[in-house]
């Protein structure tokens, strides 16, 4: 076999690049997990910091805050992205680039500022306290344009034909939309609601100005975190990175069995040409 | 007949809804960054006052411009890191792409504060690499203990997965074929690479790069937690105005100077290059 240096190099680029990824997120894992928490090597395992962690009454209402959070803005950001990539598609005709253009803009303004500006318009302009309502929308705004963005790349390959299809054949809009397209993109919604939700649920700077006394977990870790690093946050961040990479593993899986395809059809890109 | 009312759906609401909770907020900003604040009050009165003292005092210009060094200088290293990492998983990743990219979103996806706890771990006076140093008898290296050096290693860990997560998404539409034409016709890989895939993909680049460079831009939790008494920029100032001090409309003015800087910088990147010769199509139709 031929030495190729080209090859080589990028794959130590790759690997490289992993490790510094990830390191950190092993060693505050191990060091979580041990006695000697600083430097746990070798590790002496111990759950002491975990159960400190999961008998904290405090982080136990900021875990609840955070996963009514997530949920309620994966919701609405899948709904309204689900209906915009649609609109996108179907009926702008050439104002396209028009309505794309303001529906991708707040992925190019910094968080802190939509949590900011949020806070100006709705705690000064309207004169509303900040709960956990306003954080939602909030959120929203942002995360609709992360899920309009995996919905669109999901569902260009789409054959709209298939409603066309439908429509001939009598059915109403509502029950094409039911029947025909919904069965078919629904691994694309789910996809975007994932991302969604796990993005929402560790959200600090747009959630931090808006939530008002709500505790939900980021802002809990953040204030604690002013207070110097503690075993308890490495607990904290372990869990949540197990909980992430279950899910994004599980994700894995499905498509990889081809449970869920999300959205990739290889066959229909040869029919829809 | 075609139905009015799913096009109002399916557009309007949408539009509706983001005009009505991110343009107005922005608007909002700037009608607030022209009135001022006095012992926690909004004084509605109209003057250019807070851009004044920004633009004057010099502890605000010297935050802005390391603010903007350091944006630049994180976006060019991700930038320079993404694409090998995206160009090695696309040619060598065989049936493992999508895995090894998802492996990259990971983290992003774990939120800030949980990776820049992280961050301390790495980095800090107790963090693994001044604990490895210590162990093998060596001084802790300064150079990453609270300076702008970790805050820049910070915000490089905090966005390399959405560089390189763009920059792969760009690859993958990409025409391989290509590449390999360019090779059969006698040209190094190298050449391939600068003469075909950078120049087709400078538009999925362009945009990771920016999708880096506007929070850096305006990070707030980075530098607060990993720079040193040096290390302040212009996004952190900015939250404290809105937190100790309680100057709102001085934060206000400086959101508007870090948006408008933002705007400035996507404009230019994209004004640089001719969209068509980059292969960009458009939204999935030609």
Known sequence: ???????????????????????????????????????????HWSFATMSRLLGNSLYQTALGNSLLLGVLVATLSTALAGAATIGLMRHAGRKTTLFLALFIAPLF?????????????????????????????????????????????????????????AMVFGA?????????????????????????????????????????????????????????????????????????????????????????????????????? | MRSRLAPWLTLGVPTVFLIALFVLPLLSMLVLSVWRTENYHIVQDWNLRNYWVLATDGAYATFLLRSIAMATAVSVICTAIAWPVAYGITLYGGRYKLLLTLGFAVPFLTGEVLRVIALQGLLGPVGLVNGVLMSLGAAPLRAIMYTNVASAIGLVYLYLPIVVTVIYLSLLNFDQRLLDAAKIFGASPARAFFEIAWPLNLFGTLIGFALCFIPCLSATLAPRFLGGPNGTLYGMAMAQQFGES??????????????VLSIAAVFVAFRTVDLRRTGFTGFGRS
């Open chain 1, 1 to 43: 076999m031929r030495f190729r240096p080209g090859k080589i190099a990028l794959i130590a680029t790759v690997v490289v690049s992993y490790l510094f990824l990830y390191l950190p997120i092993v060693h505050i894992g191990l060091a979580s997990l041990s006695r000697n928490s600083s430097f746990p090597y070798p590790p």
């Open chain 1, 109 to 165: 303004v910094a968080e802190v500022l939509l949590g900011i500006s949020s806070l100006i318009f709705s705690g000064l302009f309207l004169g509303l306290q900040g709960n956990l309502g306003s954080a939602v929308l909030a959120n929203v705004v942002h995360c609709f344009s992360y899920a309009l963005l995996i919905m669109a790349t999901q569902l260009y390959r789409y054959d709209w034909r298939l409603d066309d299809a």
């Open chain 1, 172 to 273: 109403t809009p509502a029950r094409t939309f039911f029947e025909v397209t919904l069965p078919l993109i629904w691994p694309g919604l789910l996809g975007a609601f994932i991302v969604t939700f796990i993005m929402a649920f560790n959200n600090l700077e747009i959630s931090f100005y808006l939530l008002g006394a709500t505790p939900t977990l980021p802002s809990v870790a953040w204030g604690a975190l002013r207070y110097g690093v503690k075993p308890e946050l490495y607990a904290l961040a372990t869990c949540v990175n197990l909980v992430v990479l279950c899910v994004l593993a599980v994700m894995f899986v499905l498509m990889r069995t081809g449970l869920a395809t999300f959205g990739h059809r290889p066959e229909r890109e040869r029919a829809a040409v």
């Open chain 2, 246 to 259: 309680g100057t709102w409309a001085l934060g206000a003015a400086m959101g508007v100077v870090l948006f």
